[in-house]
């Protein structure tokens, strides 16, 4: 519980309006501390389900668990919600809290630097503002990855990343080349491939994919939610366990009953699912079920047997005008390409400035990869808390869950601060250097490792993610080691 003090005049900045923003402001105003601004890069809020409008769009996490503990919805239309529904729903919340009124749009910081017991911070316009604490909810996945193909600028149809979808481009009747196999691009087919004239997805690594029902909600189950929350309740709480047990739980035990149930699940699906044996096995990925992140789906392989998909293996060797140039010397030719090659997951707050004690800059602490302890903290940066820092679980959980318990941590350490405890804090080098090696150890050990090339690794190699098991995450986000931290 949140102690008043004198100190209640403290200001937050907020940076980024999205999932882990908008739960940062909410509970700043129920701890009834009202001073905090939520600076946005862009013009409307919702982070990823703003910038990711591709057809198909929807997550994998089932909807009545992937909204926040204190909002339960009643109106999701469909058991795994769709993207728009998603970025409505984050909209509702913020305005029925009162927060979107905080938010300030088209202002994307630029640098932050710690003076004299302040960060200071500069917006790409010019404005500056100050404040005592910085809550970084920038999100993992929001800078979108080019691949670096020969001749990408010379195509002369239409050519886009997924994340920056080009709505204006007309699609039927059209021939669209997909470069990627993760979810979006599994959603991009099974969205398209009935659609366009001709769909092309061209696959370097084949993913393996579980099979979901997205059943729709009936209005008689809606009405129900409405009437009745604990249904709701009951749901997330079943669901969410399931999740914990059958996965979260078991991925640092890479020949677990649990993960070889998976393993023989998604093989399964594509045995029983695809028709042609050649195309079957192109299909079939040659490392572990778990090691990439898994790839959920009703319709993929429905999708890429239509008579209008076809699904391409050989290596790209260069773009050009008309189309693709495969290494065995075949031009696909295309009117749309969609680049559905990720984000660069490493990135976090940068490329802004940030400037810690002493002058240290996190650009040059971070040279060699980022990193936080129990992803929330960085040494010599004081007052400076992550929501879904490095190393947290962003595969192995609903990122709004672990963001809720994330804050509720940081909320203890913020309260230091304001009981007089401290003027700032952070995590102190030997404790996050232990944690750190704690966690290159662990990770060696979970499924991620298991032999496979993935955005979970980083440049040694190593994944970078919870390696834990989520019960584990859980406990350690109820109460902070405050050994662990510089209090000064």
Not at 166 to 178: Q, S
Not at 327 to 334: F, N, S
Not at 351 to 358: D, K, L, Q, T
Request: glycine share 8%; proline share 5%.
């Amino acid at each position: 519980m949140t102690t008043a003090s004198a100190s209640d005049d403290v200001r937050f900045i907020i940076m980024g309006a999205g999932m882990s923003g908008i739960l940062s402001a909410i509970k700043l105003q129920e701890a009834g501390l009202n001073d905090y601004v939520i600076y946005e890069k862009a013009d409307r809020l919702g982070g990823t389900w703003r910038e990711n409008e591709y057809p198909g769009i929807a997550c994998d996490v089932p909807s009545h668990m992937y909204c926040y503990t204190f909002a339960s919805n009643p109106e999701w239309n469909y058991r795994h919600p769709p993207g728009a529904e998603i970025q409505a729903y984050f909209e509702d919340v913020a305005h029925r809290y009162g927060v979107d009124s905080r938010i300030q749009f088209r202002k994307e910081i630029t640098r932050c630097e710690f003076v004299d017991g302040r960060w200071k911070i500069e917006m790409s316009d010019g404005s500056t503002d100050e404040g005592d604490f910085v809550i970084a909810a920038t999100g993992v996945l929001h800078h979108p990855a080019t691949p670096e193909i020969e001749g990408l600028d010379s195509f002369a149809g239409a050519c886009f990343h997924s994340a920056r979808w080009n709505h204006e481009v007309p699609l039927e009747g059209k021939r669209v080349g997909v470069i990627g196999t993760g979810s979006t691009a599994t959603q991009i087919t099974g969205a398209l491939a009935d659609k366009v004239a001709k769909l092309s997805l061209f696959q370097r690594t084949p993913q393996w994919i579980v099979p979901i029902e997205n059943p729709a909600y009936t209005e008689e189950e809606k009405a129900e939610f409405r009437k009745n929350p604990d249904a709701i309740k009951q749901i997330r709480d079943d669901v969410t366990r399931t999740f914990i047990d059958g996965f979260a739980n078991i991925l640092h035990e890479v020949d677990s009953p649990g993960l070889l149930a998976v393993q023989a699940l998604c093989q399964q699906n594509l045995d029983d699912n695809v028709k042609d044996p050649v195309l079957r096995e192109k299909l079939r990925p040659d490392y572990r079920a778990g090691c990439k992140r898994l790839v959920m789906s009703e319709n993929f392989y429905d999708a890429i047997q239509h008579p209008n998909a076809e699904l391409v293996t050989d290596g790209i060797e260069r773009i050009e005008e008309s189309g693709v140039r495969t290494v065995d010397g075949r031009l696909h030719e295309l009117d749309v390409l969609v680049l559905a090659t990720g984000f660069q997951p490493d990135r976090f707050m940068r490329p802004m400035e940030i400037v810690g004690r002493e002058g240290k800059r996190l650009a040059d602490v971070w040279e060699k990869g980022p990193f936080a302890y129990k992803a929330i903290s960085i040494p010599d940066v004081p007052n400076f808390f992550m929501l879904n820092g490095p190393y947290g679980p962003v595969g192995n959980f609903s990122l709004i869950d672990v963001a809720e318990m994330q804050f509720s941590y940081i909320m203890q350490l913020i309260d230091q601060v304001r009981s007089g405890s401290c003027k700032e804090l952070c995590a102190s080098q030997s404790a996050t250097e232990r944690f750190d090696a704690e966690r290159i150890e662990a990770a060696k050990k979970t499924i991620w490792a298991s032999g496979c090339r993935s955005w979970y690794l980083d440049a040694d190699g190593i994944p970078a993610a919870w390696p834990w098991t989520f019960d584990r995450f859980t406990k350690e986000m109820e109460k902070p080691n405050l050994e662990d931290y510089d209090m000064s």
